[in-house]
C-alpha cells in the first residue's frame, strides 16, 4: 500500500522579485534524482518563505526522504502534517513556484494561502487541494520552476 507524508517548512532561499530562485532549481533537480532511485514521487511548493511538499511511495522510502529533508540546512521549522497509509496513489512527480502571476496568485488567495505565512496550521486536504490546483493549472513536471508561470 502506498505512503503518504505532507510536511511544510519554512526557508530563506533568496528568491528574486519575480519569483524565481536558483537554488530551488537545484533543490528541484536533486529531489527528481533522489526521489527517481528510491521510487517516491512527489510535488514540491516553494513560495518566497516556505516550501510544502507531498510524498509518495513506499512507507520506508519516503521516511527516508523525510529524514534527508529534515536534516538540510535550507530547511528550518520542517513539521510533517501527515504521515499514512494511503488507499490510492497520485504520483504527483513535479514542482511549482509561487510567482507574480495574476493566475497563480489567484489560486492561492482562493483557498486561502499567503505566500509569506508559512501554513503550518493547514491540514493535510488543504494542502493537498493546493497541490492539487497547481497540478491542474497546467504545469508538466519536465518544466523548470522559471517556466511555470
Given at each position: 500500500?502506498?505512503?503518504?507524508?505532507?510536511?511544510?517548512?519554512?526557508?530563506?532561499l533568496p528568491v528574486r522579485d519575480d519569483g524565481t530562485c536558483e537554488e530551488?532549481?537545484?533543490?528541484?533537480?536533486?529531489?527528481?534524482?533522489?526521489?527517481?532511485?528510491?521510487?517516491?514521487?512527489?510535488?514540491?511548493?516553494?513560495?518566497?518563505?516556505?516550501?510544502?511538499?507531498?510524498?509518495?511511495?513506499?512507507?520506508?522510502?519516503?521516511?527516508?526522504?523525510?529524514?534527508?529533508?529534515?536534516?538540510?540546512?535550507?530547511?528550518?521549522?520542517?513539521?510533517?502534517?501527515?504521515?499514512?497509509?494511503?488507499?490510492?496513489?497520485?504520483?504527483?512527480?513535479?514542482?511549482?513556484?509561487?510567482?507574480?502571476?495574476?493566475?497563480?496568485?489567484?489560486?492561492?488567495?482562493?483557498?486561502?494561502?499567503?505566500?509569506?505565512?508559512?501554513?503550518?496550521?493547514?491540514?493535510?486536504?488543504?494542502?493537498?487541494?493546493?497541490?492539487?490546483?497547481?497540478?491542474?493549472?497546467?504545469?508538466?513536471?519536465?518544466?523548470?520552476?522559471?517556466?511555470?508561470?
Amino acid at each position: 500500500m502506498p505512503f503518504r507524508a505532507i510536511y511544510v517548512s519554512s526557508h530563506i532561499l533568496p528568491v528574486r522579485d519575480d519569483g524565481t530562485c536558483e537554488e530551488f532549481d537545484r533543490i528541484a533537480e536533486q529531489a527528481h534524482r533522489c526521489n527517481a532511485q528510491t521510487g517516491v514521487s512527489f510535488f514540491l511548493v516553494c513560495t518566497h518563505h516556505w516550501f510544502c511538499q507531498v510524498l509518495e511511495g513506499s512507507e520506508p522510502a519516503v521516511r527516508r526522504t523525510l529524514a534527508r529533508i529534515a536534516a538540510d540546512k535550507r530547511h528550518f521549522d520542517c513539521r510533517v502534517i501527515e504521515a499514512t497509509a494511503q488507499v490510492q496513489h497520485a504520483k504527483l512527480d513535479g514542482y511549482a513556484t509561487v510567482h507574480k502571476s495574476i493566475a497563480n496568485r489567484l489560486l492561492f488567495l482562493e483557498r486561502g494561502f499567503s505566500r509569506a505565512i508559512v501554513p503550518y496550521d493547514r491540514t493535510a486536504a488543504e494542502m493537498l487541494d493546493l497541490c492539487n490546483a497547481l497540478r491542474s493549472f497546467g504545469v508538466p513536471s519536465e518544466q523548470r520552476q522559471s517556466e511555470l508561470c
